[in-house]
């Protein structure tokens, strides 16, 4: 699947940005967005949206919901995952805080095939399956939206079944449940750059941060003379600089999420399809050849290299734009966080007729 690329360069910018630091991030998105951004700010004062971020698994859903808050303003705008929804309703029934008042909302709005006492099982795991219902997921769903009443939200995680999108009932349980602006957000990341994330990832053993050797290097380097292979040092001062390790299972990419991200692209397919609800397209990825047109140099994700100075014991880095091919086969490069959520600033400001 590849959308249509977002256009980020503009005539008269010729600033260069550094998009890891948090101040030249904030101007970049003001010279290249400063009316949308200004018009949200005033919308969110007073109004609403529910956007549903679709896309595959890893495909960064999460990072440019929240990104899009820290530039617009966090304040008015929430991001709810699924998968922390069944994580805190979990809590909620092992510690009994806010047992009763999730219970009172399920009694009053859950419409499907589970009583409570059964819903309680599933949740904590000791139902008959593992599995927990469509229903039961739009019920959970519209219990964080009723918490959230004035603000914004950023839906990650649903549909997350084929039944959730074949059969329009569960679509339409959420679709306008609040009275405020709904649309789609469509995410496109090649295969290939989810592959090159996912093998390799590091985290500290410590704090967990996640990192990259390849794709985002912690400050400290080191080098392993017995394998001839660099390695991160974790550059958070509480932990000492540890050593940031693999994930098990890491080491073989999207083979082992393969069947979530067919599934995944089936979804969005007959999303893509669906009439009535406005959509934004984002896309992470631009041909080589048409760089140029679209994107600033410095929205390019680099890609890290090192060499290893035997005498010194020091360890050169060497930085250069990243190349995957792309689902079609194409030599392109993958965008940076920051101009792949300049497309989600403005297109969100047009859906809403700002």
Same mark, same amino acid.
């Given at each position: 699947?590849?959308?249509?690329?977002? $256009?980020?360069?503009?005539?008269?910018?010729?600033?260069?940005?550094?998009?890891?630091?948090?101040?030249?991030?904030?101007?970049?998105f003001?010279? $290249?967005?400063?009316?949308?951004?200004? $018009?949200?700010?005033?919308?969110?004062?007073?109004?609403?949206?529910?956007?549903?971020?679709?896309?595959?698994?890893?495909?960064?859903?999460?990072?440019?919901?929240?990104?899009?808050?820290?530039?617009?303003?966090?304040?008015?705008?929430?991001?709810?995952?699924?998968?922390?929804?069944?994580?805190?309703?979990?809590?909620?029934?092992?510690?009994?805080?806010?047992?009763?008042?999730?219970?009172?909302?399920?009694?009053?709005?859950?419409?499907?095939?589970?009583?409570?006492?059964?819903?309680?099982?599933?949740?904590?795991?000791?139902?008959?399956t593992?599995?927990?219902?469509?229903?039961?997921?739009?019920?959970?769903?519209?219990?964080?939206?009723?918490?959230?009443?004035?603000?914004?939200?950023?839906?990650?995680?649903?549909?997350?079944?084929?039944?959730?999108?074949?059969y329009?009932?569960?679509?339409?349980?959420?679709?306008?449940?609040?009275?405020?602006?709904?649309?789609f957000?469509?995410?496109?990341?090649?295969?290939?750059v989810?592959?090159?994330?996912?093998?390799?990832?590091?985290?500290?053993?410590k704090c967990?941060?996640?990192?990259?050797?390849k794709?985002?290097?912690?400050?400290?380097?080191?080098?392993?003379?017995?394998?001839?292979?660099?390695?991160?040092?974790?550059?958070?001062?509480?932990?000492?600089?540890?050593?940031?390790?693999?994930?098990?299972?890491?080491?073989?990419?999207?083979?082992?999420?393969?069947?979530?991200?067919?599934?995944?692209d089936?979804?969005?397919?007959?999303?893509?399809?669906?009439?009535?609800?406005?959509q934004?397209?984002?896309?992470?990825?631009?041909?080589?050849?048409?760089?140029?047109?679209?994107?600033?140099?410095?929205?390019?994700?680099?890609?890290?290299?090192?060499?290893?100075?035997?005498?010194?014991?020091?360890?050169?880095?060497?930085?250069?734009?990243?190349v995957? $091919?792309?689902?079609?086969?194409?030599?392109?490069?993958?965008?940076?966080?920051?101009?792949?959520?300049?497309?989600?600033?403005?297109?969100?400001?047009?859906v809403?007729?700002?």
């Amino acid at each position: 699947m590849n959308l249509p690329i977002f $256009k980020t360069k503009i005539e008269g910018i010729n600033g260069k940005f550094n998009l890891n630091d948090p101040d030249e991030r904030r101007e970049y998105f003001l010279a $290249k967005a400063g009316p949308e951004i200004e $018009k949200l700010r005033n919308y969110l004062k007073t109004n609403t949206f529910i956007a549903y971020l679709l896309g595959k698994k890893n495909s960064g859903k999460g990072t440019y919901s929240k990104l899009f808050m820290e530039v617009v303003g966090p304040e008015h705008i929430s991001h709810l995952s699924i998968g922390d929804i069944v994580r805190d309703v979990h809590k909620a029934y092992e510690s009994g805080k806010g047992k009763e008042e999730l219970t009172a909302f399920l009694e009053k709005n859950f419409r499907g095939f589970h009583g409570l006492e059964e819903i309680e099982n599933i949740i904590l795991g000791r139902g008959t399956t593992t599995l927990i219902s469509s229903e039961l997921i739009v019920a959970l769903i519209k219990y964080e939206i009723s918490k959230r009443p004035k603000r914004a939200i950023f839906v990650d995680g649903f549909p997350r079944a084929l039944d959730q999108v074949t059969y329009s009932l569960f679509l339409k349980e959420l679709i306008g449940y609040r009275d405020d602006p709904d649309f789609f957000v469509f995410i496109d990341v090649p295969e290939a750059v989810i592959d090159e994330r996912m093998k390799n990832r590091v985290i500290c053993p410590k704090c967990q941060t996640p990192r990259s050797l390849k794709l985002a290097p912690t400050a400290y380097v080191g080098y392993d003379e017995a394998a001839k292979t660099a390695y991160l040092l974790c550059d958070n001062p509480e932990c000492g600089k540890p050593k940031m390790v693999a994930k098990e299972g890491d080491e073989l990419g999207i083979e082992k999420i393969r069947e979530r991200l067919e599934l995944d692209d089936k979804i969005m397919r007959q999303l893509l399809e669906l009439k009535g609800v406005p959509q934004v397209l984002l896309r992470n990825s631009v041909p080589v050849g048409k760089a140029k047109e679209y994107v600033d140099d410095y929205e390019i994700t680099p890609a890290y290299e090192y060499e290893y100075d035997s005498v010194s014991k020091k360890v050169k880095t060497i930085e250069k734009p990243w190349v995957v $091919k792309d689902d079609d086969g194409v030599d392109s490069y993958s965008l940076l966080p920051a101009p792949v959520t300049l497309g989600l600033i403005i297109q969100t400001a047009n859906v809403l007729g700002l």
